[in-house]
């Protein structure tokens, strides 16, 4: 997608935010709010086997999976290796436990 369309969806979005009363500052504290926390039983975290807690993968579905991987371990997690809780390319929109594990985890660099 090029710059000119980027450019122009986001004029686009702040017309119509506007048009229905939105003030711009409340766009902004809302793309600063938290992510939510990503849920097990979303469609996306069940078909890439996504579990809070990587002890609890499903092994027999999963055979690659090691009690080492984890989130914080791996190269989609957006936080800090100490964070709790953090974005994760994954999931757009969502947040992923550090203890986390699913199907996608790939070793950081």
């Known amino acids: 997608m090029n710059t000119r369309r980027i450019f122009l969806k ?6 119509a935010a506007s048009a229905v009363g939105v003030p711009i500052e409340g766009l902004a504290q809302a793309a600063k709010a938290p992510a939510a926390k990503l849920s097990e039983t979303d469609p996306q975290a069940v078909a890439l086997g996504y579990v809070d807690d ?3 993968a499903d092994q027999k579905k999963f055979p690659k999976h090691a009690a080492s991987q984890q989130c914080s371990g791996c190269q989609l997690f957006q936080g800090q290796p100490t964070d709790a809780m953090a974005p994760c390319t994954i999931f757009a929109g969502k947040q992923v436990a550090a203890k986390g594990w699913c199907s996608a985890w790939v070793k950081k660099a």
């Open 10 to 15: 986001s004029i686009s979005g702040l017309a």
């Open 54 to 56: 990587t002890s609890r």
